[in-house]
C-alpha cells in the first residue's frame, strides 16, 4: 500500500531540488492528489505517462510496474510555490472531515483539531490568516 507522506515529501525534494517535473508511482491516491494539487495551482500540468515518458499512449500499453504520474513543478521569481507539505490525518491520529469543514481550514478558520492553513509571504515571514476586520479596514483606507 502506497502512503501519502510518500507523495509528500517526494514532492518536497524535488521542489528544493529545483527540478522541472517529478515522476511518481501510479495509483488512484497519487493522482488525486496531484489532481488537487494542479487545480490549487501548484502545478502546471499532470500528465500520465511510463518510466521513461510523460506519453499517455504508451501509458495504456504499459504494465502497471511501468506506469507512472509526470507533474511539471511550478515556481514564480525562481522560489517554488509549494513551500511546505504535510499530513493532517496519520494512522495514528484520523481525522474524517466534511466539506464545510475544509472549507473552514481553507479560509483561515480551525475545525475540529485541525489548524488553519498559513500563508507565507515571499519575504519568509509569516502571515496569519486574513481577518474580515483586516479587509475592511484595508478596503476603507484606501
Not at 525534494?13 to 501548484?42: C, P
Request: with cysteine; charged share 20%.
Amino acid at each position: 500500500m502506497v502512503l501519502p507522506f510518500n507523495l509528500c515529501a517526494h514532492l518536497q525534494n524535488a521542489f528544493r531540488a529545483r527540478h522541472q517535473k517529478v515522476v511518481v508511482d501510479h495509483n488512484t491516491q497519487n493522482l488525486g492528489i496531484l489532481s488537487i494539487l494542479l487545480r490549487a495551482g501548484f502545478v502546471s500540468s499532470v500528465v500520465r505517462g511510463t518510466l521513461s515518458a510523460p506519453d499517455p499512449t504508451q501509458f495504456h500499453t504499459a504494465g502497471s510496474a511501468q506506469q507512472r504520474i509526470w507533474a511539471d513543478l511550478k515556481y514564480r521569481d525562481e522560489k517554488p510555490v509549494l513551500n511546505h507539505m504535510e499530513l493532517v490525518s496519520k494512522p495514528s491520529k484520523r481525522l474524517f472531515l466534511n466539506l464545510t469543514e475544509l472549507r473552514l481550514i481553507c479560509s483561515g478558520r480551525r475545525a475540529q483539531q485541525v489548524k488553519p492553513l498559513v500563508a507565507r509571504s515571499p519575504r519568509s515571514s509569516s502571515i496569519g490568516p486574513v481577518r474580515r476586520s483586516h479587509l475592511s479596514r484595508s478596503v476603507t483606507q484606501k
